[in-house]
């Protein structure tokens, strides 16, 4: 499959590790923000959202964590397994529009 | 969430010519989006697709390069015009339903040679 994201940050832990993903993002008006995984040779995949009246929540083995003070979003994975690699991006959405905005993206690579 | 499809799933085209990618919704959504992924990047947003009228473009993208059309509310098209090695890029579409979620197609692989 093709590679996405060659020259990006990567993060490697090993299998059963807890991973922690950090984004930060650029729009203190911001009020909803999402995660997305994306595998190589697929597109990206919702893996969970958090609106701005919110700090934290919870999905199956993730949590994002959402600290509006220092505009900061993390991604927590726990009990890492093999099929979490790949390029994880947060997105961001303005108070007054329908519009994502991209962070850079993060390479997760699990090894055994 | 939704099911969506691309065509063609990848191409590889000449210099100066044009490619109409297709994006398929197995629900009516009410959100259409382009975006671009350039190797080794993140999404760029190109537009957003309106049911029976034009695309909103993001700055530094114009429908002469990438004419976009919706005339149903499951589908769109996108269309990369007149194209150079700099268009080869992933492109995706995405839809929104009535949630603020956005999900994405599987992509479309695009090579210029």
């Known amino acids: 499959g093709e590679s996405v994201g060659l020259h990006l940050p990567t993060l490697s832990v090993q299998e059963g590790d807890n991973s922690i993903i950090n984004c930060a993002y650029s729009?203190?008006?911001?009020?909803?923000f999402i995660w997305y995984k994306q595998e190589s040779g697929k597109g990206p995949q919702f893996i969970i959202d958090i609106r701005s009246n919110m700090d934290k929540r919870q999905g199956q083995r993730v949590t994002v964590l959402l600290n509006k003070t220092v505009k900061h979003l993390s991604l927590q994975i726990a009990a890492t397994q093999p099929g979490d690699s790949a390029v994880y991006f947060c997105a961001e959405r303005g108070e007054v529009t329908d519009k994502l905005i991209f962070g850079t993206g993060t390479r997760l690579q699990v090894f055994p | 969430s939704a099911v969506i499809s691309q065509k063609p799933s990848r191409d590889i085209c000449q210099r100066g010519t044009s490619l109409t990618i297709q994006c398929q919704v197995d629900s009516q959504v009410t959100m259409m989006f382009w975006y671009r992924q350039q190797p080794g990047q993140s999404l760029t947003l190109i537009a957003t697709a309106n049911q029976g009228s034009e695309a909103t473009y993001e700055s530094g993208f114009v429908i002469d390069k990438f004419p976009i059309s919706r005339p149903n509310l499951t589908f769109s098209t996108l269309t990369v015009s007149n194209m150079s090695p700099e268009d080869s890029s992933i492109y995706l579409c995405?839809?929104?339903?009535?949630?603020?979620?956005?999900?994405f197609g599987p992509g479309t692989r695009l090579t210029v040679l």
């Open positions: 995405s839809v929104a339903g009535v949630t603020d979620t956005q999900y």
């Open positions: 729009n203190s008006a911001s009020d909803y």
